[in-house]
Structure formats: structure tokens, C-alpha cells
């Protein structure tokens, strides 16, 4: 069975509502912001005040915690009546696990090639990758937000949220992977002609 057989999840490309688009944009310049801040931000400590980018950072967080469970929200209203969103979370169904199996494997065919995928419609693999992303960005603004809530300005984090600290760090190096990679690859798509970046940014008629 090939990716393209689930069930009319994989069809003709077309555009996404303005809704999702909307919230893409928010989410990419919102996470993009999020983490070019950590590289000079300053944490507040006894006798050292936080300085701006650490506010920065932790009020646009928060607003991008919000931002990601809407997403999540509106890709299972989609999916109930008929949309593909829920290829972004495939780990839990056995069928849409063997799509992307499938999408993977011709996809290492095409790439051994030197050939990437045509952009025909929604595929399961950018799909599940593009879902880690925002599962990652969902740790990343969910453990920020506990912070934000809980930790005293100043004061060392112990306990359970010293380890909501150490998960926040973890996952910081796995977002920059990310914002390296998936962007690369919507332009990649761009320039063979596949007009990814039209679909998704291009607010015109």
C-alpha cells in the first residue's frame, strides 16, 4: 500500500484554510523569536535582575503556549470532519503509522536518487515530522509556563521544578535542530517547484 492510499488523507495538494495559516505564521515567527532570545537573554539571580529578552522570552511563552493549543485544537476539529490534521500526532493509530511508514520508505528510495517527493498533498512523513516540532514547542512553552508560574525571580529551583527546569534545557537543542531543518526543506520544496511556500504563507487570493 502506498502513502497515498490512507484512507483520502493523501490527495491533491491544496491550500490551507486562513485559520491554520494564520497560526503558522504566528507559531514560526513566535518560536523563531523564542529561542534567537535565549542567546543573550540573562536569568534573574540573588543581586542580578533579568534583563529584557528574559521577559521577552518568558511573557511570549506564554502567548505561544495558548497559540500551540489552539493549533492542536483546531487540527482535531479539522480531523472530525474529514480534514488531515491528525497526520501531525500518527504514534497512536496503527494505520496512519503504516502511511508513514510507507511515505518514508519512498521517500529514502527517491532521495537515493537524488529526488525528492512530488508536493501533490498532505503527506504522512513532513507531516509527522512537522508535529514533532510542534509537540516539542508544546514541552518547550508547557514547562516554560510552570516556571513562570511557580519559580520565585531569583531563587534556585529545587524539587520537581528543578526537573521541569532540566526538561525545558533538554528540549531547547531539539527546537533549534528543528528550525534548522523544516525550513530548509519548505524551500528545498520551493525551488523544485513545489509552491509549498505559496500555499502556506501566501494570504492573496
Not at 64 to 87: D, E, F, I
Not at 180 to 185: D, F, I, K, T
Amino acid at each position: 500500500m502506498g502513502a497515498e492510499a490512507v484512507s483520502g488523507e493523501v490527495g491533491r495538494a491544496e491550500r490551507p484554510d486562513l485559520l491554520t495559516r494564520l497560526m503558522h505564521v504566528g507559531l514560526a515567527v513566535g518560536m523563531a523569536v523564542q529561542m534567537f532570545t535565549t542567546l543573550g537573554m540573562e536569568h534573574p539571580k540573588p543581586g542580578r535582575a533579568a534583563n529584557e529578552l528574559f521577559l521577552v522570552h518568558e511573557n511570549l511563552g506564554v502567548v505561544l503556549l495558548g497559540l500551540l493549543v489552539a493549533y492542536w485544537l483546531w487540527a482535531v476539529a479539522r480531523t472530525a470532519v474529514g480534514g488531515q490534521p491528525m497526520m501531525l500526532f500518527p504514534w497512536l493509530s496503527r494505520r496512519r503509522l503504516g502511511a508513514l511508514a510507507a511515505d518514508a520508505a519512498e521517500t529514502f528510495g527517491l532521495l537515493l536518487r537524488g529526488r525528492l517527493p512530488e508536493h501533490d498533498g498532505p503527506r504522512p512523513l513532513p507531516a509527522a515530522v512537522q508535529g514533532l516540532g510542534l509537540l516539542i514547542g508544546l514541552g518547550l512553552a508547557g514547562s516554560g509556563t510552570v516556571m513562570f508560574l511557580f519559580a520565585e525571580p531569583g531563587v534556585r529551583m529545587t524539587g520537581w521544578l528543578h526537573s521541569v527546569e532540566e526538561v525545558h534545557e533538554a528540549m531547547g537543542p531539539l527546537m533549534w535542530a528543528y528550525l534548522a531543518v523544516h525550513p530548509l526543506l519548505g524551500v528545498l520544496h520551493q525551488l523544485l517547484g513545489h509552491a509549498s511556500l505559496q500555499r502556506m504563507f501566501s494570504f492573496g487570493r
